[in-house]
């Protein structure tokens, strides 16, 4: 690939040591918000305050524009110059030198992160990108061109698509699909603000599946997935309705987030789930008044070379996992209480060392 210059270019660095006294400043912006993240800062500010309006009063309505700004600026800029470059990115790339853009109709250019990992920039041909920040790669690449080619280049380099890290919504959002992580930390709220936000027949509740990308793109079924795995519950009424901030799950790279319609049955939260060394490991109803060892029961009871001492009863409450470690041999003999479970728990018997 060939790239024309918007002047001669001799290749030797002493062809420039005269304009370095001329050259313009120009500072790296890798860490000013892109445009993209522009608007889904302000989405994400807008969507909460609509749904807020009815319910809450201007003085929390203040506050909550203030706490959105303040979470903007110390996220989103931050982020900008740290996020990992991968395979798909396409970056913009932009390159100051004696006061001039060295590159082809005095604009910047768009390079994308190849299958091998390297983009191909103008003079220097292959670099390596996946793996470093954007950070990282502005400082190689101006390294490398002001050893060879200029004496004061200033290189100006941004991610303007992200292809390279994957979230999925379903569900009961305006444009349900797969969207780019703009940064490390892409919120829950934000994915919602950039799939056109909820529709009005959704649930009170919403899944956050950690890294179910692949099952869902191989055809994988939603409900199917929520049963199997240990989903995250968000409380759609707190974050949106009421705009409470701490249910605003972070997500990561391939994570499936599923919105229910209001008539959704939560199989999640109708099931306990008893797993390990019992008879018969599997899904069970909840019922009112179950607990850890009635469950255990449930389930056929303890296997033969079960340690019911180690088990352990898992729950999500508010989007953390609450791990609680129980001597279910102990309550058997009425030594120790016993847990009440809630719908959604896991209990775990493990294997003895034995």
Request: hydrophobic content about 40%; overall charge positive; charged content about 25%.
């Amino acid at each position: 690939m060939h790239y024309l210059v918007s002047k001669p270019v001799h290749g030797s660095k002493s062809s420039y040591k005269g304009a370095k006294r001329g050259c313009a400043k120009v500072s790296s912006y890798t860490g000013v918000m892109t445009p993209n993240q522009c608007r889904v800062g302000y989405k994400t500010l807008l969507t909460i305050i609509m749904l807020s309006m009815k319910n809450i009063s201007t003085s929390i309505i203040t506050l909550i524009i203030t706490l959105v700004l303040l979470c903007c600026a110390t996220t989103a800029f931050p982020q900008k110059g740290r996020y990992v470059l991968g395979i798909g990115d396409r970056l913009s790339f932009l390159l100051y030198a004696g006061g001039e853009v060295q590159l082809k109709g005095g604009g910047p250019i768009t390079l994308t992160v190849s299958e091998e990992g390297t983009i191909t920039f103008p003079f220097l041909g292959k670099a390596k990108a996946n793996g470093l920040t954007v950070d990282q790669l502005t400082q190689e690449i101006t390294t490398r061109l002001k050893a060879d080619y200029f004496v004061d280049p200033q290189v100006i380099l941004s991610v303007v698509d992200y292809r390279s890290k994957k979230v999925y919504i379903l569900g009961e959002v305006k444009n349900p699909g797969s969207y780019g992580m703009e940064r490390e930390n892409t919120s829950l709220i934000e994915l919602i603000s950039m799939a056109g936000g909820a529709t009005g027949k959704r649930g009170k509740k919403a899944f956050v599946l950690r890294g179910a990308y692949e099952d869902i793109a191989s055809g994988g079924k939603i409900n199917d997935l929520v049963e199997k795995k240990e989903p995250i519950v968000v409380d759609l009424q707190r974050l949106l309705e009421r705009a409470d901030l701490a249910a605003n799950v972070r997500l990561k790279p391939d994570d499936v987030v599923y919105i229910p319609p209001r008539a959704f049955v939560d199989i999640a939260q109708s099931k306990i789930y008893v797993m390990g060394h019992v008879n018969k490991p599997g899904i069970y109803d909840f019922q009112d008044g179950i607990t850890a060892l009635n469950a255990c029961l449930l389930a056929g009871g303890f296997a033969k070379f079960a340690a019911p001492n180690r088990a352990t009863v898992s729950r999500f409450e508010n989007g953390k996992k609450t791990i609680v470690k129980i001597d279910l041999s102990d309550v058997n003999k009425g030594k120790a209480d016993d847990i009440l479970l809630m719908p959604g728990d896991r209990v775990y018997v493990p294997k003895s060392r034995i």
